[in-house]
């Protein structure tokens, strides 16, 4: 199992461009998510998805959207990039339910704009 | 929102030495991680550990739900144990709510 793959590892934007971070699991997971992690913090959670179709806004969701389509993909779209969006994204899924919500991380994806 | 404190903030260990890392959390918890952060950014799990006790290799965890805390012991520590050390905990819903971790550096 390769768990959570994400892609781009780098990316550089200017102000007011847009892009899609991509997030993919083999675990078979329902759950999945989105979170940032700006210098010296932990990390907020921007959107949330339990399953196919169905998404949810986590504690930072302004100037991004969010689609699942299948289970095993979770992409992030950035709109109108903003100097205030540069920070290091981590995707993660868990199995869900309240008895198993271990989550585990992707590599991350450091955003830089400029 | 649950709050989550960890102390201490930094720490400085000589190689070999032991440390215990706290998490102290505001309200009850369905779910508690502890995650190391490496010096490449990568989030490691440590333990997934809403109450009891755990232990991996040189690394364990405790969490006393009823007294809302839960530490981390790492023995003999290793050069490759640097880095930032997390503590997450999900109250209600289904976001992790991190601390801010404790920074570690194992000097040789």
């Known amino acids: 199992n390769a768990g959570v793959t994400q892609t781009p590892k780098f990316r550089i934007l200017k102000i007011g461009q847009s892009m899609t971070l991509q997030c993919t699991q083999d675990?078979?997971?329902?759950?999945m998510y989105w979170y940032r992690q700006d210098p010296g913090m932990g990390l907020k959670l921007i959107y949330y998805s339990v399953g196919a179709g169905i998404t949810d806004k986590g504690e930072v969701p302004n100037g991004y959207n969010v689609s699942r389509s299948t289970t095993e993909d979770f992409p992030l779209r950035l709109e109108l990039a903003a100097p205030s969006q540069t920070s290091v994204y981590f995707c993660?899924?868990?199995?869900?339910?309240?008895?198993?919500?271990?989550?585990?991380f992707g590599p991350g994806t450091r955003l830089t704009v400029l | 929102g649950i709050q989550v404190e960890q102390s201490p903030p930094d720490l400085i260990l000589q190689e070999g030495a032991n440390s215990t890392l706290r998490c102290n959390f505001s309200d009850s918890v369905n779910n508690l991680q502890w995650f190391h952060q490496n010096p490449w950014g990568q989030l490691i799990n440590l333990f997934y550990?809403?109450?009891g006790t755990k232990q991996n290799g040189r690394l364990s965890a405790t969490t006393v739900a009823t007294e809302r805390y839960s530490l981390l012991y790492i023995s003999s520590s290793q050069t490759t144990d640097s880095g930032v050390y997390f503590c997450a905990v999900v109250n209600s819903g289904y976001a992790l709510n991190f601390g801010k971790g404790t920074s570690l550096l194992v000097t040789p």
């Open positions: 550990i809403p109450s």
């Open positions: 993660a899924s868990s199995l869900g339910g309240r008895l198993d919500n271990e989550q585990f």
């Open positions: 675990m078979n997971h329902n759950y």
